[in-house]
């Protein structure tokens, strides 16, 4: 960790090329994305203002030249030359005071949950960059922090818009949130998304934040393992349970709603197909619950496309969330440019097979939103019984 790729710094690539004539074009339209902040290079010129962003770590930054260029600063200095982010770990002590105690040597520490945490978010840290040039949670090497044993009996791990909190469980229904990787996996994921689409937690685009994570979560887990895609369980938080509960994950990505069903969490809700779209009031309009559809979806790109799940469907999705979601993205939105991404990166068999996996769960891709149609039940508010877990 933390070794660094030789030579120096890559050449500034151009979005436009100058003798075109289309730089302003191409600086106006890549200004008006609210992810990136456009700068002008001012006198002293194009390579001294990316020099600048990259030095300040504004990494999504893009510097216009006199001539129309536009070039950016995360393309200046190659990620692989990034150090890997830090992993502190704090000890609540069962208290809900943020952050808590620091534990001075996690990785020694003699207490598991200490110890696991730190391992655990290496991994992820470690995953993020050698399959998707990542640096962290921000792309800038951001400290990754997490606080144990928050609360009593605390059921559910988090991601609170700045840090990590994990809840040990009440023993009857759950164990230490920290018991599976794929859980620490998603729940830093819901960093990366707020770091880079800023998907709004509501909806079908809150359920697609919650995809997104599951679908990162299980690509660490089986990343970690060197599993194929066809040898994966697909389970999300498999480890999370007590023995008193009949459920086999909290999610099952290969068969949504078949993942728990029991007398006190009740039966796992999720639909697998745009036909038992949940419309409800609860859970911010059903975003653990929706996020079936889009998690079979993956599933079947990956099962289809054969080989390891995270290359290529894991970096068709990447990619998506990175590039080319706004904040309030719908289903229709993310299953179009999931295909778009699938052709760009590589070509048109694996735009088919993405094509595919999304009419199976009752999306096509290639219809306009007149063309679209949603089918949705309507989910009863009296039903009290089912925990959501893994926000």
């Known amino acids: 960790m933390g070794d660094r790729t030789e030579g120096g710094a890559a050449p500034i690539p151009a979005f436009a090329n100058p003798a075109s004539g289309r730089g302003k074009e191409a600086s106006e339209a890549i200004g008006a994305d609210p992810r990136f902040e456009l700068r002008d290079a001012g006198p002293e010129g194009l390579e001294s203002a990316i020099r600048a962003a990259v030095e300040e770590g504004a990494r999504r ?13 995360a393309a200046a200095v190659p ?16 208290s809900q005071t943020l952050p808590g105690t620091l534990v001075p040597k996690p990785s020694t520490s003699t207490d598991a949950t200490a110890k696991r945490t730190w391992k655990e978010t290496r991994a992820v840290a470690t995953f993020y960059r050698n399959v998707f040039k990542r640096n962290s949670i921000d792309d800038a090497g951001m400290t990754l922090l997490s606080s144990i044993h928050f609360g009593t009996k605390f059921n559910n791990a988090m991601w609170n818009g700045a840090q990590m909190l994990y809840g040990d469980g009440d023993n009857q229904l759950f164990v230490d949130f920290t018991a599976g990787n794929d859980v620490i996996g998603h729940e830093l994921t819901h960093g990366v998304t707020q770091s880079t689409a800023r998907l709004i937690y509501q909806g079908q685009t809150g359920a697609l934040n ?17 599993l194929s895609a066809d040898r994966s369980d697909w389970l999300i938080g498999k480890e999370l349970f007590t023995a008193n509960v009949n459920a086999r994950g909290v999610r099952s990505m290969s068969h949504p709603g078949t993942a728990y069903d029991d007398p006190i969490l009740g039966r796992d809700p999720q639909p697998s197909h745009m036909s038992g779209y949940v419309e409800t009031d609860e859970d911010n309009g059903g975003v653990h619950i929706n996020s079936g559809i889009p998690n079979r979806a993956f599933y079947e790109t990956a099962i289809t496309a054969g080989g390891y799940a995270w290359d290529p469907a894991g970096k068709v999705w990447f990619r998506t969330l990175e590039e080319r979601l706004r904040p309030n993205a719908d289903f229709h939105d993310f299953a179009s440019a999931t295909t778009e991404v699938a052709r760009d990166l590589y070509g048109r068999d694996l735009q088919l097979i993405v094509e595919n996996a999304w009419r199976k769960v009752g999306l096509d ?5 007149s063309g679209a149609s949603l089918r949705s039940r309507r989910r009863s508010s009296t039903r009290t019984n089912e925990r959501r877990t893994i926000p």
């Open 79 to 94: 990620k692989a030359l990034a150090k890997s982010p830090a992993v502190t770990v704090y000890d609540c002590k069962h």
């Open 61 to 73: 930054v893009l510097v216009a030249g006199g001539d129309g260029t536009i070039a950016t600063a």
């Open 210 to 226: 919650e995809h997104l994570s599951d679908v990162m979560g299980t690509l660490v887990k089986q990343w970690l393992l060197g």
């Open 365 to 369: 891709p290639s219809l306009t939103r």
